[in-house]
């Protein structure tokens, strides 16, 4: 079974700071990949970065970095240079074997 | 542009009746994906489909079922609607195989059973 975990339900950072957001994952797969949404508040799921298993380095995009631990089974995003837009719904999810699972998801809040 | 649409943003349903929520996407994906959202539970898979016909529970399917008979659709039914299926509902559609193939999302159903 795959099982994903977000332990911080809410986060502040102030503008143009770092925050780094948790994630945890379990499953027996070999093969899968992990990915990072942004929800805003009007709703809409905007794919922000993915890490394959067999991917050795850490996958970046822009201002976002996943920190990707395998042994620890650990996939955390890296936001850096913080700023207001960052205000949102930030979810983990894997995918293994044709499912696609998502964690409980962390509210975070950019102050000015 | 790729484009996954679902067929109501609101829905106010009757305890008891039988709710069709439709999803349709137009990627030509293999994949599409039925969730709920509630706050502080995240996205919850209901049910997904990786073919045509082909059918698979999520994590939390009692009360639903689904039907694939298109590639293109993915029709998620609630047989005998109650008042704890209040909640939104996300469609979402991705390639097969594996890879970076995110998955893209409709806008979402707010079904609300009274």
């Known amino acids: 079974a795959q099982k994903i975990t977000q332990t911080q339900p809410g986060m502040f950072v102030q503008e143009k700071e770092a925050v780094t957001l948790d994630c945890t994952y379990d499953?027996?797969?070999?093969?899968?990949?992990l990915f990072w949404y942004k929800q805003p508040s009007s709703g809409e799921m905007i794919f922000l970065i993915y890490?394959?298993?067999?991917?050795?380095q850490n996958a970046t995009e822009g201002r976002y970095s996943l920190n990707f631990q395998k042994a620890r089974k650990s996939a955390n995003l890296v936001i850096s240079a913080s700023q207001l837009g960052d205000s949102a719904m930030y979810f983990c999810?894997?995918?293994?074997?044709?499912?696609?699972?998502f964690g409980a998801g962390t509210t975070v809040t950019v102050r000015a | 542009d790729v484009k996954v649409t679902q067929s109501s943003r609101y829905l106010v349903k009757r305890t008891g009746e039988k709710v069709f929520l439709e999803c349709v996407q137009d990627?030509?994906?293999?994949?599409m994906f039925w969730y709920r959202q509630d706050p502080g539970l995240g996205l919850r898979l209901i049910y997904f489909?990786?073919?045509?016909?082909?059918?698979e529970k999520g994590d939390i399917p009692e009360g639903y079922s689904v039907s694939r008979e298109k590639k293109e659709r993915f029709s998620l039914i609630l047989e005998s609607a109650s008042t704890n299926q209040t909640s939104m509902y996300l469609c979402?559609?991705?390639?097969?195989?594996?890879?970076?193939?995110?998955?893209?999302f409709g806008q979402g159903t707010r079904l609300t059973v009274v």
């Open positions: 979402a559609s991705s390639f097969g195989g594996q890879g970076s193939t995110q998955a893209f």
């Open positions: 499953t027996s797969d070999q093969s899968y990949g």
């Open positions: 890490q394959g298993s067999y991917d050795e």
């Open positions: 999810a894997m995918r293994a074997d044709y499912k696609l699972s």
């Open positions: 990627m030509d994906h293999e994949n």
């Open positions: 489909s990786y073919d045509v016909k082909m059918k």
